[in-house]
Every structure is written in C-alpha cells, then in structure tokens.
C-alpha cells in the first residue's frame, strides 16, 4: 500500500453529476464506504436530462427514493405525449404520441412507471439521501492524476476553493466524470461509433404568455419545424418556466456568441408563432448530441460508467438511464467483491454485459432522432433505416410491438423493450442463449437467465398489501421456488456453506409458502419454469440461472451454480 495517504476508501467515484450520484446510492445501500470527488461546486442548475424510464424508476423504487423523486418531479406529472408541429399557433401539430402508456399497458411488467424528473431536481434528492448511507461527497474537488498497482488505486485530489492536494487511496475507481472523460483518455480507451450528430443550444426562458399559447396541451417536447426557426420546446413548470432546444452548427461557423439574447428571443418567437410573446432569456448552454461507445469499459481496478463510456442521442431519453443502470449493475458487483463473498472475476462481467446494451441502445436513441426529425439532426441518407415505424409512445402494449415495421428501427421492438427488455447473453448467468440480440424484437420477460426477472404481486401470509418481486431483489441473491419442494432447504444450507446472502422464497398457498401469489397468479407460469423447478436471481433483479425440473440433489446444483458465478471455484 501507498505511503502518506490522506483517505483510505473501497471506492472513490469521479464525477458527482447524475451517474456519479447514483452509483454513490447503490454502493451506499450494499454498505460499501465510498468518496465523491465532482470538480464543480454544486449540482447541475440546468434542467436537462428529465425522462427517467420505467426500469430506472424500479430502481429507485428498490433504493427507497422512488416517493421523493416523483415528488420532486410532480409539477411536470401530467405531461405525458410529444408533440410536432410547424408552430404552436397553426393548426398543423400532430401527437406523435399524446399518452406514454395508454391503456396502461405497462402494468403487466412493472409496478413502476415513467417519470419526467430534470437533473437538477433528482440530483439534490440524491445528495440528501447518500451521506446517510456512508457517502462522503467532495464537490469543487477535481481529481488531477491515478495510477494503480495490483492491491488498488491511488488518486491525486485537489480542492478547487483551497488549492489544497490529497492522496486517496482506493480498492476500486469509478469514473463517471462524462463523455470528455479524464480517466477514459489517461488510461487509453478508444471509442466507436457514428460520432457526432448534431448540437444544440439549450435556452432556458421566462414567459407568462406562452402558457395561454400551449393551453391545455401538456406535452413532454414539443417539435417545432418551421425551417427558419425549428427547436424543441419544454415545459419546466408549464407555468412560466420553459426550455428551448435551437439547433447550432459550428460546422457551418456559426459560434455560441452568434446566440445572443436578441437572436434566441426572436428565433422563439418564430418558432412559437407568437410574434409579441414574452421572453426573458434566463441562461444558454451548449451540448453535443453523439453516438460513441467505449471500446472497453475499464482497465485494472478502474471502471466506466454513464457518458464516460457512452454517449447517445437524447431522443428517447436513453443516456442518461443507460449510465444509471451501468452504475446499478457495476454496483452490486463491487459490493460482492468486497464484501469477500464473490471472486475478481465478477468485475470482469460488468463490461460483458453492459457494453453490448450500450451498443444497441445508442443505435436505437439515433434512429429514434430520425423518427422524431429533431431540430439540427441531419442524417446520413445513406444510412437511415429503410424502414423507419411509425413512433410508438414509450410502453407500447405488446401487440403494437409485434405489429410494428420490421425496418432496421422496428426489428428493436420499440422503446420499451430497449428501456427493460434487454438482455445479457454473457456474463454473470448460466443458460442463457449467446446468440439472442441483446434488444430483442418484442417485450419479453417471463424468468429467461439473463433477462430482467419478471414483476409480479405477491402478498406474506396474513399480509394484505401485496408486494412486486422486484421489491426482493436488491442486497443478495434470491431463489424463488414452489412450497413443498426441498429448494428453499437447499439455499439455506448453501448459503450457510459460502458465506454469502442468498433469500428463498417458497412460493404457494399452502401453509408452508412464504409468498402468496396475488389475484390467483401463477409465479411458475410468469417465470417459465414448473412446479418442481427454481428461479435465481441476481441483487440487481436480473434472472442468473432457472431449473424447470427437479433434482437428485439441489443442494449441490445451487453450490456449483453459485460458485460459478461469483467466481468462487
């Protein structure tokens, strides 16, 4: 170990954005001490960033902040559609869909759901939750240089107020530090990818007016196309608060300081087609939409997460609920490692599994930018899709997904099978598939190993208030398995033998069942196995291994499966 370290730490995490945050939360509820270094003051103050997906949202959901998130979120929580339009004045704007789950179809496969949530309103609500949890947060901090050796990291910080260096010394490093990533370039991490796509800048404005021109409209985005004044509207309080997306193109020449206040009022005026509406220009910010992956996702004892090592388009809101589901899955698997109760080959999975996610999600977030025709995108007509579906609200019931085009956009099955149904044909699981598309065609979770473990309500006995399957799946392995079967006898053992949390769950009616399937359900029928056989499942809710028959000796079937897995052998 180093000599003259200021702070001994099991993981340092680089970068306190949203990535960052979230993986401070999921470490913090496994118990793991960790440091947050962000080199900027305080949490982000623009409004960016704002759709969180249905799995992310069972994530929180599990990690005890769903409730103050969509608190935070509850002035935006009856904007639902997307919205496209010349202007919002004419009377040529068209729903590319007005409900994002109409039907409420999305109650079949989770008890979550979307939520419109800004960055800088979920960031403080993660802030005020992490300390709690062992978080030691560092803003105005920038990391200035790491090098690693076989028993760890060793990190130079510098606090930006004080000038003042110090030397952290950490098991793990997690670099969330975005798309320019510091570390990903210190330790030589190429990308690929399309590249850039398109730029915007980002106008955040004051108008009472516009209020009365979007009337009872309550969109998510609304496009406006004029050709001369084309942008994306949104709604940060539908009151007087309001963002506005304007295309730029610096390929062109054009500069930030061409955006002057003068030429963002007038260019929302046009869009808008209110010539006298109101517009107090209250801050700019230029970002960059691009489809990049990083070739590998760490090196050593350091690991990328969130636009560190991967950048997509905004259309679909896929980024930044990528990043925070890299952070879930890299999580749990540092907790185990730590912990003693997994090997370091476990570490090696994160990259097997998310990287491909991250892969197909980009390519999906891209041509969704061509489906909705984003203001500045222009791609190349020599490789858009031939076949580009009709947009589908973003938890398309399953039969508008299996009746959507087959186009090289369609064949993804829609936005909800790229948010939840992705899976991991390698990795941390045993008998799933290597040859299935990581995002498959339609919405498919029903217990396959590497898929997100299917939702369904269960009640304890004598218990009223039933509770989803993904409410058991956070701090350790579950086995879930029939009553009056020797499964859950055998993972109790087991987990006596390793050392290791493992819950079981005997699933039934009868008096010997722990959980009692609600309104009648079949759990062997929702995870695809039978009464004799199990389902395990891994901390962060995705299925590591299933068995739809009985065994001579189950006992040793789920020591070797386990063993094998967190590389224990």
Same mark, same amino acid.
């Given at each position: ?11 340092? *995490?680089?970068? %306190?954005?949203? @990535? ?5 939360? &999921?470490?913090?509820?496994? %118990? ?7 080199? /900027?003051?305080?949490? +982000? ?34 904007? /639902? ?28 496969? +989770? ?20 300390? +709690? ?12 240089? &790491? ?13 930006? !107020? ?26 030589? *991490? ?11 800048? +980002? ?16 969109? *998510? ?15 940060? $309080? ?149 076949? @580009? ?12 997904? !299996? ?11 829609? @936005? ?16 799933? $598939? ?36 993904? $409410? ?11 009553? !009056? ?28 069942? $722990? ?11 929702? /995870? ?11 901390? !962060? ?29």
């Amino acid at each position: 170990m180093k000599e003259n370290v200021d702070h001994h730490v099991p993981v340092l *995490i680089v970068g %306190g954005s949203l @990535v960052g945050l979230c993986t401070s939360l &999921f470490l913090g509820r496994h %118990g793991i001490g960790h440091m947050v270094v962000e080199k /900027h003051a305080g949490t +982000s103050m623009h409004p960016r960033g704002r759709g969180i997906n249905v799995r992310t949202m069972e994530l929180f959901r599990v990690a005890d902040v769903e409730d103050r998130i969509r608190e935070a979120a509850s002035v935006l929580a009856d904007n /639902h559609g997307i919205l496209q339009g010349g202007s919002l004045t004419g009377d040529d704007q068209e729903w590319l869909f007005e409900q994002i789950d109409p039907g409420g179809a999305l109650a079949r496969f +989770s008890p979550s759901s979307w939520c419109l949530c800004s960055q800088n309103d979920i960031e403080p609500v993660l802030m005020s939750v992490t300390p +709690s949890l062992g978080a030691d947060l560092r803003f105005s901090t920038e990391l200035l240089s &790491f090098d690693q050796d076989p028993g760890g990291v060793t990190a130079i910080v510098k606090d930006r !107020d004080t000038g003042e260096h110090s030397t952290v010394r950490a098991d793990y490093l997690v670099a969330a530090d975005g798309p320019r990533s510091p570390v990903r370039e210190e330790l030589r *991490i190429g990308q690929s990818g399309s590249g850039d796509l398109f730029h915007n800048v +980002s106008i955040t404005f004051r108008s009472r007016m516009l209020a009365h021109v979007v009337g009872d409209r309550r969109f *998510i985005v609304c496009y406006l196309t004029k050709p001369d004044a084309d942008g994306a509207l949104l709604p940060v $309080d539908n009151s007087e608060r309001w963002v506005f997306h304007a295309p730029w193109h610096p390929d062109r020449g054009e500069t930030l300081e061409d955006f002057t206040d003068e030429r963002c009022v007038e260019h929302i005026r046009r869009a808008v087609g209110a010539p006298d509406l109101d517009v107090e220009i209250t801050g700019k910010a230029p970002w960059h939409a691009a489809e990049r992956v990083a070739e590998r996702y760490g090196a050593g004892r350091v690991f990328l997460a969130g636009d560190s090592a991967h950048e997509m388009s905004p259309t679909g809101a896929f980024g930044s609920n990528t990043g925070i589901q890299d952070a879930h899955n890299l999580a749990w698997k540092l907790a185990a490692v730590l912990n003693g109760t997994a090997g370091p080959g476990l570490l090696q999975t994160y990259e097997a599994e998310r990287l491909p996610v991250a892969r197909a999600t980009g390519e999906r977030a891209s041509a969704r930018s061509a489906e909705h025709s984003h203001p500045g995108y222009e791609p190349d007509p020599e490789i858009i899709p031939e076949a @580009v579906p009709a947009p589908l609200p973003l938890s398309e019931p399953e039969a508008a997904a !299996d009746s959507a085009p087959r186009g090289a956009a369609g064949r993804q099955g829609g @936005v909800l099978s790229v948010a939840m149904g992705y899976r991991y044909p390698r990795g941390a699981v045993l008998g799933a $598939d290597p040859e299935q598309p990581v995002v498959p065609e339609r919405m498919r979770l029903c217990g396959e190993p590497g898929t997100r473990a299917p939702h369904m309500w269960l009640c304890g006995p004598g218990d009223p208030d039933p509770k989803s399957t993904v $409410d058991l799946y956070e701090r350790s392995f579950v086995l879930l398995s029939s009553e !009056d079967t020797p499964w859950r006898a055998a993972a109790r053992s087991v987990a006596d033998q390793l050392g290791l949390p493992l819950d079981a769950y005997a699933i039934g009616a009868g008096p010997e069942a $722990d959980l009692i399937p609600a309104n009648g359900g079949d759990w062997t029928e929702v /995870h695809g196995t039978t009464r004799e056989g199990a389902v395990l499942v891994r901390p !962060d809710g995705f299925v590591a291994w299933r068995s739809s028959q009985a065994v001579a000796d189950p006992e040793a079937v789920l020591h070797e499966v386990l063993t094998t897995l967190l590389d224990r052998a």
